[in-house]
Each structure stands twice: as C-alpha cells, then as structure tokens.
C-alpha cells in the first residue's frame, strides 16, 4: 500500500499561518474521501477535517472557520490552509482516507505516513 507523504510543518507564533501538503500517489485518489488528523504529544489522534471525492468538506468544531481543506486530484495532492494558529494546534499532523461510520469520522488503522509537525509558539 502507498503510504501519503505530508510536508509544510514548522514553528509559527499564536496567529500565524501555514500550509500543509499531503502527496498521496494511488491511482484511484479522486475517487477517495480523503482527511487531515492530528496526534497532540502525549494525546492519541484525532479527526481535524475531511474532504469528499465529490468536494464536501467537513471540520472538527476546534478548527472551523479557520482551517481549509482542498485537493487537487491531477496531482493526488491533499492540502490544509491553516490560519489563526493556535497553541493547541500544536500537534503531528497526517493524511490518510475518510470514512464517516454512523456519527463520527473514523480513525484508519492502517496507511499511515510520517506526518509532518505543526509547533504554534505562545
């Protein structure tokens, strides 16, 4: 199995912005629902927002009205604009697919990429 790829991580200050990239290279991507999860330290991962093969876009309430998930199916390409960072969105954060089971986001157990660390400074 492909394993994604996330990049655009670093240190910001409380109020910055970044730009996360997901590089998810299987061959049937536009066709998969596809999300952004994060693992704060010492805490197990969670469900940060998710985009449908048909373009529907969902968010956790924590970061609605100031994440933005979008894709780009000609590149098999994930992305999370995140502005008005945060200290609490301190976190590693992956892609991986999206599945929506009865009343929440599922959390896959497999395909898992290396992630890519978000450090919001207070």
């Known amino acids: 199995q492909v394993q994604p790829v996330e990049s655009g991580g670093g240190e910001v200050a409380t109020g910055g912005s970044l730009r996360l990239s997901c590089a998810a290279p299987i061959r049937a991507f536009s066709n998969l629902n596809m999300g952004w999860y994060r693992q704060a330290p010492g805490e197990g991962l969670e469900w940060v927002s998710a985009?449908?093969?048909?373009?529907?876009?969902y968010y956790d309430d924590s970061v609605k009205g100031r994440f933005t998930i979008s894709r780009d199916n000609a590149k098999s390409t994930l992305y999370l604009q995140m502005n008005s960072l945060k200290p609490e969105d301190t976190a590693f954060y992956y892609c991986?697919?999206?599945?929506?089971?009865?009343?929440?986001?599922?959390?896959?157990?497999?395909?898992w990429g290396p992630g890519t660390q978000v450090t919001v400074a207070s």
């Open positions: 991986n697919t999206a599945e929506y089971r009865r009343t929440a986001w599922r959390i896959p157990s497999k395909g």
């Open positions: 985009i449908t093969s048909g373009g529907g876009t």
